[in-house]
C-alpha cells in the first residue's frame, strides 16, 4: 500500500477495526515513522478520548461509545446488495467513508466537550455568586455594626454637649440650681435642676425615676411667683445613668419658686394633671 492508502485507514486504527493485512500495513507504516500519520491517528484518538471522559459518569461507557460510533457507521454505509459489490471494495473508498465517520464523531465530541465545558462554568459562576452573597452579607453586618457604632458615639457626644450646658447653668454668675427629691410614687429618684438666665440654659439631671408606660412620660413644670406651673421640657428616663434634659427657660419676669416633675400623657398637658414625682423649691434671694 502507498502512503495515501495507509493514511484512509487511519480512522478505523484509531476505532481498532482493522485486521489481517491492512492492519500490519499501517503498523509497519507506522512504524517506519511517518510523522503525518502518527498525527492524524493521535487527532483521533483525542476526540475518543474526550468522547470517553464526558461518558464516564454511567455505567459502561466504552459500550456505549462504540455503539454510537457503529451507528453512525452504518447510517454512512447503507445495505447494498451482494451483487452490486466489487470482489473487493478499496482500501481507499471504504477510508474515506470510514474518515467520514470518523469525522463526525469528533464533531459530536467536540459537541460534548463544549457542553461539559458549559456545565463547568455554569458551576464556577454559581460557586462565585455564593461567595458574592456571602461577601455581600458581611458587609450590611459590618455596616450595622459601623451604624451601631456611629449611633453609640452621636448619643456620647449629646451627652457630653448635655453635661456641659448643665455645667455652665449651675456655674453662671446668676445661676439658680435646686435638688429635687423624690415624692412617694418614686422616693428614691432624685434630680438636679440649673438656671441661668446670662448663659440662656436651664438643665435637668435626674437618677432613680421608673420607666414609663407606653403612653405616658414625665413633665418638667417650672412654679412660677405670678402663673404658677409652666411646662419646662418632656422626657423619658434612660436605662443607663442618669437623664440629662435641656429645658426650656421660664418667661422673663417670671420669679421661679421651685420645679417638679409629674407622670403626664405623651405629648405633655398645659396644666399638671398626674402624681408627681420629685419637687424641689429654689432658694429665696
Known sequence: MDHAEIKDLIPLKALSRLDGDEARAVDEHLA??????????????????????????????SDRIWSRLQARLDEDRPPR????????????????????????????????????????????????SNEVASLTAKVIEIQRSLDATGDQL???????????????????????????????????ANGTVALSNSQGTAMLEVNGLPPTPDDKEYEVWWIGEKQGPLRAGLFQPSSNG??????????????VLAS????????????PTGAMYLKGDFPRR
Open 81 to 128: 446488495r451482494l451483487e452490486d459489490l466489487p470482489v473487493r471494495e478499496s482500501s481507499r473508498g471504504r477510508g474515506f467513508a470510514m474518515l467520514g465517520s470518523a469525522a463526525a464523531a469528533a464533531v459530536v465530541a467536540i459537541g460534548v466537550s463544549y457542553a461539559l465545558f458549559n456545565s463547568r462554568v455554569s458551576n464556577v459562576t454559581s460557586d462565585t
Open 32 to 61: 517506519v515513522g511517518c510523522d503525518e500519520c502518527e498525527r492524524e491517528l493521535a487527532s483521533f484518538a483525542e476526540a475518543l478520548a474526550a468522547m470517553a471522559m464526558v461518558e464516564s459518569g454511567g455505567d459502561g461507557p
Open 154 to 188: 452621636a448619643a456620647l457626644q449629646a451627652r457630653v454637649a448635655q453635661t456641659t450646658d448643665l455645667t455652665l447653668a449651675s456655674l453662671g454668675p446668676d445661676a439658680r440650681v435646686v435638688r429635687l427629691a423624690g415624692l412617694p410614687a418614686a422616693p428614691s
Open 242 to 255: 442618669a437623664t440629662i434634659v435641656s429645658l426650656d427657660l421660664p418667661p422673663p419676669g417670671e420669679v
Open 260 to 271: 417638679a416633675i409629674t407622670l403626664e400623657p405623651v405629648g405633655g398637658v398645659e396644666k
